[in-house]
Every structure is written in structure tokens, then in C-alpha cells.
């Protein structure tokens, strides 16, 4: 508009006019010479004016541009910190950090609500002043009114806000403009994070909306972490729990086994009042059987894993204690397996009875008089499957003697406990006697503790 004057100036001042102006030539030369320096003035000044506004909006968007960049990066670092922390203290100071040294902010400070007090409670700070600012209750910090409403605050200019402590201590750190954000965990206010930068009116539109979209990202890490304790809290509770349970389950067993004890003093007393051998005999065989079971209960009292025997142990104690009743010179080797056999309790009991029976029919059968030989007890898995067998070198099972078609109450219960763990034994007669038993395994729960020994301990 100003050089369309101009040029209705020009027109209007044209040689025609100024000719009628000019009272002769030497004047008229003068006037157009006038006429076209003023004409070159307006044009060179309304050039540079053009320029200069220009200049201005090009610096303006230069400035937004590193403001941008500078919130850019604070929000970058801020997510990478977010990845990298697991402690929330550290997570805030870190975000305080990134602010003052990528944002080129004068101040950035986390702080929660101090309770009933009032106030706010600083969680971390950084800054290029040497002290922490103050958030004693009525200082006027807005970062309290955050918390407190769960909305953001921005103060453009610190010198235009109203006079208050905070504020105050702000302007003397350098502070120009503010922003206040709340962190939400839960749709609730957590903390609230401020950024002060020494550059007024620094919080526009985009910039404020990158302010709060590092709250954001900060929320999604308090709610995560608070996740992350409260599955730690709840697997420690049920450490203890598992713990607690084990402990009275290891009694349970250690009391059964006395119990069992008890049922075999009661045996023994009642053993003296016989005095038929036979009866005597009985009564050791039912014994015999009565310390089988109680064996299993020992072993679980001291082993890791209350609901698992580790059959490896179970069978070579038991073996030792029948040779040491029935074999005390030692005239019979013991050979037991080796593998870590580990069986739930309900298939463990009957391969132990089923091996006490065995191992004391041999000890006392097949090596007569002064005889010697080897007993071995075998137990291998074959995938689903186990094996479980007990051979001797003796002088094997009478002619005439059917094991599966026997009335004697040892092969009776040896036929019923096979049948127990679902298999059908089969007997060998070559060099001896050997017995073999196949049968399904059954599946049972892994240890449930990370730090429970191993069900079959090297000490065994």
C-alpha cells in the first residue's frame, strides 16, 4: 500500500506537473532531479523495512526451531532414561539431569505433595544455581497447585506474575517462564514435574504439548514400575507362603514317622509276650514293613522338596538297614543304582515296600549258611516309563514255586503293590532269581522353590 502512494505520487508529480511548477529550466531540472532521489529514498527505505520484517519472522522460527529441538531431545533422553531405570528416585533425577543439560533449562525440579502439612515434598532437583529451591507450604509454587488439581500450569512471564517466595527465588536463579505438568498414575496426580527456562515466553502451544507428553511417558513408567514392585511384593508373599507350607509339610512327615516309630515299639512290646517263633517271625516281617514306610516319611523330612523322594536314597537306607538285620557279617553285596530317581509319594512308597520285601525274602533265603553273593536293585526311566528290577545270584525260588500263584504273604503283597503301580512283574529263574516291574510314571510338579535343594543331594 505504501509504495502504490508512492507510485500515485510519481504519476501525480509527473513531468507535465512539474513542468507547470517549475518556473524554468533550471528548476525543472532540479525538481525531477529531486523527484527521483525521494522516489529511490522511499523505495530503498520500504525495501529495507520488508527485509528487516522478514529477518525478525525468520529468527522467530529459528528460535521455535531450537526450542522444538532442545524439547526434542529432553523427551528422547527422558524415554531412553525411562527404559534404563528401574528405581524411581533415579528415574527423577535423571529426567532433572536431561532437563538442564539437553533443554538448556535454568531449573527443572520432581516434587510430590507433603501430606497433611501442605506444600510440597522435593524428590529431585538440577539447576544451574548451587541451591535446591524451597517448597515450604505458602511459598506460592504453582507446581502445588498441580499436584493438587491434576492440570498443568504455565506462567509465561515470571516478572508479570503476581510477587510470591517461589517466584521470587526463581527470578533471582535466572527463570523467565514456567511450566508445571502433573505426572498421572491411576488418574491421579503422582508428582509433579517444572521446567524453568530463562527465556520468557518459552512454554507456547507446541512447546507446552511436548512438556506434557513427557509427563505422560514419566506416568506410563511410575505405573509400570509400580507393577513391576507390587508382582515382586505379591511373588515374595508367596515365596513365604510356599516356604511356611513346606515347613509344616516337613513336620507332617517328621511327626508321621514318629508316629510310625511309636507303632514299632508297640510291636516289639508285643513281640515279647509271643513265644511261638512263627508268631515272632510274623510280627518281624510286619515290622519290617511298618519301618518301609516310616524310611520314606525320613527321607522327605530331610530332602528339599517335601512332595518328591529321591528313590536312590530311599532304597540303599533301606537296604542297609535289612542287611544289617538279616546279613550282619556281610556276606551279601548291595549294589544299588546310581541315577537320581526322583518319584512323587504316592508311586515312592510302594517301589520301597515292594523293595523291602524283596531284599529281605533274598537276605534271608537265597544265600543259606555261609553262602555269599550279590543282591543289586535296579530303577532306570525309559522315556514315560520306568523300570524297576531286584536280582540275586542265590539259589533262586524252589522248582515247584509259582511267584504269581503263591499264598505266601510276601509274594502276595509284592503281587498287589506291582498291581499298584499298574504294571505285571516278571520273574527270572536263570542264575539266581530276578524280579522286573514296568510301569507308567507318574507326572509330577517341578520343585517350587527356586532355592530348594536338588531332590537327590550329592551328601546322599
Known sequence: MIYAALAA???????????????????????????????????????????????????AHQRELERLTRLYAVLSQVNQAIVREKDRERLFQDICRIAVEFGAFRLAFVAEAAGESGGLRLLAWAGTGAAAPSLAPGDGCPAAEVVASGEPWIIRDLRLASSAPWIDAALAQGCRSLAAVPVMVRDSAAVAIAFC???????????????????????????????????????????ASLRQKDVLLREVHHRVKNNLQLVQS?????GLRYENAADRTMLSESLERVQTMGRAHDVLSRSGDVTRVCLRTYIRELAQALSRRHDPEGRVRLEIFQDDAV?????????????????????????????????????????????????????????????????????????????????RP???RERGTGFELVFDLTPIEPARLADAP???????
Open 426 to 428: 516278571r520273574w527270572d
Open 343 to 423: 518319584l512323587g509319594l504316592d508311586q515312592a512308597v510302594p517301589c520301597g515296600l515292594l523293595a523291602g520285601e524283596l531284599i529281605a525274602n533274598a537276605l534271608r533265603h537265597a544265600f543259606p549258611g555261609d553262602r555269599s553273593g550279590t543282591l543289586r536293585v535296579d530303577f532306570r526311566r525309559e522315556g514315560d516309563r520306568a523300570v524297576f528290577g531286584v536280582r540275586d545270584d542265590g539259589v533262586g525260588l524252589p522248582a515247584r514255586l509259582d511267584p504269581e500263584q503263591s499264598d505266601s504273604l510276601g509274594l502276595v503283597l509284592v503281587q498287589a503293590l506291582s498291581e499298584q503301580l499298574g504294571g
Open 9 to 59: 505520487l510519481w504519476i501525480v508529480f509527473s513531468d507535465a506537473a512539474v513542468e507547470m511548477l517549475a518556473g524554468g529550466p533550471a528548476m525543472l531540472s532540479r525538481m525531477q532531479t529531486w523527484k527521483g532521489w525521494f522516489f529511490v529514498v522511499c523505495t530503498a527505505l520500504l525495501l529495507a523495512g520488508l527485509l528487516w520484517r522478514e529477518y525478525g519472522r525468520l529468527m
Open 197 to 239: 527456562s530463562g527465556e520468557p515466553d518459552f512454554f507456547r502451544e507446541q512447546e507446552a504439548s511436548l512438556v506434557r507428553e513427557i509427563a505422560l511417558d514419566v506416568g506410563f513408567a511410575l505405573e509400570a514400575m509400580e507393577r513391576r514392585e507390587l508382582h515382586v511384593r505379591a511373588e515374595e508373599a508367596l515365596r
Open 266 to 270: 508297640l510291636l516289639n512290646l508285643q
Open 454 to 460: 536338588a531332590a537327590c543331594p550329592s551328601s546322599f
